[in-house]
């Protein structure tokens, strides 16, 4: 299970990696110095990006593992770098006694993450739509590499919903191909990414337009709500969809309330 769980790990590096790259050429950093700070956020666009590239290109039988994902992340991250400034010298300025209050708020949500983690990476998976609908896509696109198995295209054997989307399959199948096998157990970790996804992206998307305290104890109350963890471990494609979505509705109200660039863009792709 340890290898199991250092490839999932490894996966969601190479989509942070994959999302440094993309934001420059998203305008969510003009600067290297801007790309460093923002990289909380480069995995959240790396998360969405992945799956939307996973799901397309196996429709096209171009399965996205342990060859395509390293090739695309140090692709977008060479471009993204190319002629890309450093940004100058910054001066150090102690934070405030609202920013302190604020990364302490933040804090206490990485402890929650702490103690969730460790629930995700034993927890089996036992409901019926998280198998039925998601599970067996997943497991199907990894042993098939693309969407032409009858649990895609088969109404007479009872599939259910055979017009959702692909893309929590296929980021599920991504993490199948570093594993080398279908783990319905350990693939909560890929789950779990959606939450870090959730806080790493809102705190960067909002913290230069809102109050930081503010910012920081509405995702620390978001995450902690009853039903957040529940629904997010169940395996069912809700939850993840409800991040992309708050993202992408910051992302555009930021930008409606400021023209601050790169904001659009962020708000198509999530």
């Not at 460790?118 to 199907?140: H, Q, T």
């Not at 995702?219 to 993202?247: E, G, R």
């Not at 409606?256 to 198509?268: H, I, K, N, Y």
């Amino acid at each position: 299970m340890t290898d199991r769980i250092v490839a999932i790990v490894g996966v969601q590096l190479l989509l942070a990696v994959l999302g440094a790259g993309l934001l420059p050429l998203l305008r969510l950093a003009s600067t290297r110095r801007e790309l460093l700070a923002r990289l909380p956020l480069a995995y959240a666009v790396g998360l969405a990006a992945g799956g939307i590239l996973a799901a397309d290109l196996a429709v096209v039988h171009v399965p996205v593992g342990g060859i395509a994902l390293p090739i695309l992340a140090v692709a977008s991250l060479t471009i993204g770098l190319w002629r890309l400034p450093g940004g100058g010298a910054r001066r150090y300025r102690f934070p405030g006694v609202a920013e302190l209050g604020a990364f302490a708020i933040l804090g206490v949500t990485v402890l929650f993450g702490v103690a969730a983690v460790r629930v995700f990476a034993i927890k089996p998976l036992i409901e019926i739509d998280g198998w039925a609908i998601w599970g067996l896509r997943a497991r199907a696109l990894y042993d098939f590499g693309h969407p032409l198995a009858p649990v895609f295209t088969d109404s007479a054997a009872s599939y259910q919903a055979l017009q959702h989307p692909l893309l929590l399959p296929g980021l599920e199948a991504v993490d199948s191909r570093f594993m080398h096998t279908f783990d319905p157990t350990v693939i909560h970790l890929q789950l779990f990414g959606f939450a870090v996804a959730f806080v790493g992206g809102g705190w960067c998307l909002l913290r230069a337009y809102a109050s930081q305290l503010l910012l920081a104890a509405v995702l620390l109350a978001s995450i902690t709500t009853s039903t957040f963890y529940d629904q997010l471990q169940s395996n069912l494609a809700d939850m993840p969809l409800a991040i992309f979505v708050a993202l992408g509705v910051a992302a555009l109200a930021t930008w409606l309330r400021t023209g601050a660039g790169g904001m659009l863009p962020a708000a198509t792709l999530f």
